[in-house]
């Protein structure tokens, strides 16, 4: 395996805005890093029609990720590489190796790990069957235009429901939400708006026709038949093979990580995941690690 080992102090896996905080941060404190990233830099964001929750006067995600995106590229010590995944992470008693899609590697005294977490598929879900996995979008990446006037069913009741209804007050259309009992704390915020239909279900089962069409079978002997789907099911931490740990839920908490292994962002736990703590976690992660290499951590 080709090796390269860069003169580099710190690698940073994921450019979403854990990982991007990192590495401006990095980069303020005179340390070099490599910030890996298979997509664009702040990808989830860009899919955001609107801040409510995040300070600094923006008006929506691909507003904040343009800027978020300028700031690390002017960071001078900041080398960015897309388009390149990340493999396993790997700690030495010295040093964090990262093995890349391409075969290489690259090494560095620390490691701070903001790969963030996906969608869960239905397929992962205990309350759904289904005949093969559901083709379908998640919410969150949902185009508005394709909703506009049209009658939906979105699997699941997590947080990107309400977020779609909260900023997008006037689109016109009609979800028929299906969840298990178990989400229910999550639907009380949307209860309220006259364009969702709460439809809460212990067991859901999904065929597909010969055409593609969809069927959903409920508990409650109701059914839908169509192609208009969305995935809400929640989200999925997204791990790299090697030595990150994991707790019975399979995040990444902070503390049980080898001391050279610094996890950020979403990764840490479901109830981490806003804009707002992922910069949070990214800076003191990236602090952490320059702490650490001048003998300042207690």
């Not at 990446?141 to 009658?151: C, K, N, R, V």
């Not at 439809?199 to 059914?223: E, F, I, K, S």
């Amino acid at each position: 395996m080709h090796r390269v080992t860069p003169e580099t102090d710190l690698i940073v896996v994921g450019g979403g805005p854990a990982g991007c905080a990192a590495a401006v941060m990095a980069s303020s404190l005179g340390l070099r890093c490599v910030l890996i990233e298979p997509s664009r830099l702040c990808h989830k964001p860009r899919h955001i029609s609107a801040m409510v929750n995040v300070l600094g006067g923006f008006a929506d995600g691909p507003d904040l990720a343009d800027r978020v995106s300028a700031d690390v590229t002017a960071a001078d010590r900041c080398d960015v590489r897309l388009g390149r995944g990340v493999t396993a992470v790997r700690a030495g008693d010295d040093h964090v190796r990262v093995d890349l899609d391409d075969g290489s590697s690259l090494e560095a005294p620390y490691a701070v790990v903001a790969t963030g977490a996906r969608p869960q598929t239905a397929a992962e879900t205990e309350w759904i069957s289904q005949d093969r996995e559901v083709d379908a979008p998640a919410l969150w990446e949902a185009d508005p235009s394709a909703l506009a006037g049209a009658q939906a069913l979105v699997l699941g009741a997590d947080r990107p429901l309400g977020t779609l209804l909260r900023t997008r007050p006037d689109l016109a259309m009609r979800l028929l939400v299906r969840y298990s009992p178990a989400e229910a704390y999550k639907v009380e915020e949307v209860r309220a708006d006259p364009r969702v239909v709460l439809l809460p279900t212990g067991h859901l089962d999904l065929r597909h026709d010969p055409y593609g069409v969809l069927h959903a079978d409920a508990a409650d002997g109701h059914r839908y038949t169509g192609r208009d789907v969305y995935l809400n099911l929640g989200s999925r931490p997204v791990v790299p093979a090697g030595d990150l740990r994991t707790d019975g839920s399979g995040y990444c908490p902070p503390e049980i990580q080898h001391s050279r292994i610094l996890v950020a962002g979403d990764l840490r736990g479901a109830r981490f995941q806003r804009v707002m703590t992922a910069f949070g976690s990214g800076a003191e992660a990236a602090l952490t690690a320059y702490y650490a290499a001048h003998g300042l951590l207690g």
